[in-house]
């Protein structure tokens, strides 16, 4: 495993400081504590990966999986957390199979890309007409209040003139 200098390998602070607000909502917990409680994490993240790796190294395999991962706790004597990560990493599996679906839904729509751009281009223009239309009847609205201001002044002025 490539050896970082300390600064470069981190576990994000915000991350760390929001896991204790979830997992202990009525403790204050000082910056010291929090401080030890990032380094604990910064080191099981190295000690979980440097096994991983080892386990992937020995079954000649170039990059590292769930099952690795799975195989170096055991072989850290954690395997006790095991069942709790094979579910944590289904859920994870369910949710980015839904996500992958969810990007993909126009592909399932039956409609060639080359219609939809049409389509597309067709709503594009008929809301640029759509917007000239309505600017149009604004600027005819706001020379017919003009004709007819300028209509009072001068019937006004007419009158007066009149007198």
């Avoid at 149009?136 to 004709?147: D, F, K, L």
Wanted: aromatic fraction near 4%.
């Amino acid at each position: 495993m490539t050896s970082y200098p300390e600064e470069e390998v981190t576990v994000p602070r915000a991350t760390v400081n929001k896991m204790l607000r979830e997992m202990l909502p009525h403790t204050r917990v000082s910056a010291g504590a929090r401080r030890l409680v990032l380094a604990c994490a910064r080191k099981f993240v190295r000690v979980v990966a440097a096994e991983s790796n080892s386990m992937c190294r020995h079954l000649e395999r170039k990059i590292i999986t769930a099952d690795h991962v799975i195989q170096g706790l055991e072989s850290l004597g954690l395997g006790t957390y095991v069942p709790e990560m094979r579910s944590t990493l289904a859920e994870y599996n369910a949710l980015a199979l839904q996500r992958r679906q969810a990007s993909h839904r126009l592909e399932h729509l039956g409609i060639p890309e080359e219609e939809l751009l049409r389509q597309q281009q067709e709503l594009f223009t008929q809301a640029r007409m759509a917007e000239a239309h309505l600017a149009q009847h604004e600027w005819s609205h706001i020379q017919h209040e003009a004709e007819c201001s300028e209509n009072q002044v001068c019937g006004t002025f007419q009158e007066q003139m009149l007198k």
